[in-house]
């Protein structure tokens, strides 16, 4: 399947908003910079082509993942929040505010899986700059970090996050977080994830986790990651 075709087939539109608050959350979602007109949340195209992780990831397997499981999250929370203030509001600030619940669950993964995709990359890049440095100071060096972070991901109990996150000092820390819980609810700044919901691996990997979360270093977007601890530290 071509990418454009997917994404065109993929897209999630919310309907029946009234005027005054189409109007707010088109407003709300111009922050992507990109100038076009939007309604309710839209899923973000994927960074790379769906086959572009191979062999980590099959085309397959994002198929799956970004278009039925991601895609499902946005369609959700824009069904949940049609008509309704939050709507008018970004999404990061609707995983902030929410409760408990189903908009706190559709909207975290949302959230969660938009930064997910953006960690990877087909050729992962080497950390740099002040990340490289925080990295050895509060771990020691890469490989330290790596087998905290591979250690909470495989170990964390159903369905769930490993995350690196900061706080606003900038020290950095591991977390494994269950279901839609994100680093944004604790205060700290999301620098990392892992997705180690089984939705994540069960086509390439089956129930292979640690297999998977070791193949996951090899494609890590350092970059990226500089970027959001840049941001942790403002
Ligand atoms: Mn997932």
């Known amino acids: 399947m071509q990418r454009r075709d997917f994404l065109v087939g993929s897209a999630v539109v919310g309907t029946g908003l009234g005027s005054a608050l ?27 082509a769906m086959d572009a992780l191979k062999p980590f990831l099959s085309e397959e397997q994002i198929q799956f993942h970004y278009g039925k ?15 309704k203030p939050e709507s008018a509001v970004s999404l990061r600030d609707v995983v902030i505010q929410a409760p408990a619940g189903p908009v706190f669950n559709n909207a975290a993964q949302a959230w969660n899986h938009s930064f997910y995709w953006d960690c990877l990359k087909p050729r992962g890049v080497a950390p740099s700059g002040a990340l490289a440095a925080a990295i050895e100071r509060d771990f020691g060096d890469l490989a330290k970090l790596r087998a905290a972070m591979s250690e909470a991901a495989v170990k964390l109990f159903g369905s769930g996050w490993a995350w690196l996150a900061a706080d606003k000092d900038g020290k950095l820390q591991v977390l494994a977080l269950g279901n839609a819980d994100t680093p944004l609810k604790h205060g700290l700044e999301p620098v990392l994830t892992i997705d180690v919901w089984e939705h994540a691996y069960y086509i390439d990997y089956r129930n292979d986790r640690a297999k998977y979360v070791e193949g996951f ?7 990226f990651a500089a970027k959001c601890f840049a941001q942790a530290t403002g």
């Open 217 to 223: 270093w090899d494609h890590v977007d350092w970059d």
């Open 22 to 48: 189409k109007t707010a959350a088109v407003q709300a979602q111009s922050v992507s910079g990109k100038g076009e007109t939007k309604m309710a949340f839209e899923q973000p195209p994927l960074p790379y």
């Open 69 to 83: 499981h991601h895609a499902a999250y946005f369609k959700n929370l824009n069904a949940l929040l049609e008509g």
